[in-house]
């Protein structure tokens, strides 16, 4: 799945440059992560150096980022919403960077994140992954009819 239809090709620069970050100036890969997900670069450098980062140097897609007011754990999925951060969230959905279903908890409060913010692109990239995943109808009525506690 490549929700942003972006051409894999692109992937290698990114690639040389992480590894370059991590082995050359011995920058840890998660403070990388945390980095391209408060970034406002393109889409495409987001995506991409998330990809790399989970898949090539072992940072999760679930990881602890933050707690909110409240004490609640934030995880990038969320964060990245937050933040509008549109490569990123693509990047966390292909990667599996939520707990459950697109019906459950986590993946729930990045689309109400998103649609707080009435952010047309990130809701359009939860949805695409519903699709993709045979799901959207059972998402958009849990979206629809419930609130999250």
Not at 114 to 138: R, W
Request: glycine share 6%; net charge negative.
């Amino acid at each position: 799945m490549n929700l942003l239809n972006l051409d894999e090709a692109q992937r290698a620069p990114f690639a040389r440059i992480a590894a370059g970050l991590i082995r050359d100036k011995g920058i840890d890969p998660r403070e990388i992560f945390l980095n391209v997900l408060e970034s406002q670069e393109a889409p495409e450098m987001n995506y991409w150096m998330t990809m790399v980062l989970v898949q090539e140097h072992f940072v999760s897609a679930q990881q602890e980022v933050a707690k909110d007011a409240a004490g609640e754990v934030v995880k990038p999925l969320q964060a990245a919403c937050l933040l509008q951060n549109v490569g990123m969230v693509a990047a966390l959905l292909e990667l599996g960077g939520f707990k459950g279903s697109v019906t459950d908890r986590e993946f729930q409060l990045s689309a109400r994140i998103a649609s707080s913010h009435e952010d047309q692109a990130i809701l359009g990239l939860l949805m695409k992954y519903a699709q993709e995943k045979d799901v959207l109808e059972p998402f958009m009525r849990t979206l629809q009819g419930s609130t999250l506690q």
